[in-house]
């Protein structure tokens, strides 16, 4: 999984509470993704970031937020969480000096929105 | 919960056939390819890529062609075996922009 671990894997929540995944990694890289798969769409890309303090919204950032304040820890934040929101989240990193490099992925998330 | 694999088409292949997955891009000035394997429960696993000044790129066990006269990529897996059966997906990359797009995915469905 290329150095990369997610936290938790599995979670149950309730509409309405906030909910923080984590993507840690342990190589240094410079470029970290958020997506969510679901069945029918595929994956599609929540937010990245280029460096610390630096990050962009992708396809379907509305409703999370992310922060990332060193380099090794990439958080994803649902401030209030709902069933739309029940997914399959995966963190990604980009091994390369540039965003356009092959994207390596983390064991996934899988979240549950009652 | 409901597996990324439903809603996919498949491909059933008998153990020791040879595999192709076909996948239509959407952007002619995409200039890289990847193909990624995913089992059930797991993340994407990178597989091959490919850039846009090639038209055909082998690996182990793998090739990965490239028609960019009709956006259409394949892979080809050489004596299938049961432990290829997962979803197997594309994604392009235009060097203007610093995303992937990825394609929905087949599923490969390996028989002994």
């Given amino acids: 999984d290329a150095g990369i671990t997610q936290s938790p894997r599995h979670k149950v929540t309730e509409t309405g509470t906030p909910v923080t995944l984590r993507c840690h990694q342990t190589e240094n890289h410079r470029y970290m993704y958020w997506y969510r798969q679901d069945p029918g769409h595929g994956l599609r890309l929540i937010h990245y970031s280029y460096g610390v303090k630096d990050t962009d919204k992708g396809e379907v950032s509305d409703g999370y937020s992310v922060s990332r304040s060193k380099t090794e820890d990439f958080l994803l934040t649902l401030e209030s969480a709902t069933s739309s929101q029940t997914s399959v989240y995966f963190c990604a990193i980009t091994r390369g000096t540039a965003s356009t490099d092959t994207q390596y992925f983390g064991p996934g998330t899988r979240l549950t929105v009652l | ?112």
């Fill in chain 2, 1 to 112: 919960g409901e597996s990324v694999g439903l809603h996919l088409p498949t491909l059933s292949v008998q153990e020791g056939d040879n595999s192709i997955i076909n996948c239509a891009y959407s952007n002619s000035a995409s200039d890289y390819f990847i193909w990624y394997k995913q089992e059930s429960g797991k993340g994407p696993q990178f597989i091959i890529d490919i850039r846009s000044n090639m038209d055909k790129r082998q690996g182990q066990r793998v090739t990965v062609l490239l028609n960019k006269t009709v956006k259409h990529l394949s892979l080809q897996i050489a004596a299938t075996q049961p432990g290829d059966s997962a979803v197997y997906f594309c994604a392009e990359i235009f060097s203007g922009y610093s995303t992937l797009t990825f394609g929905k995915g087949t599923m490969l469905l390996v028989s002994p």
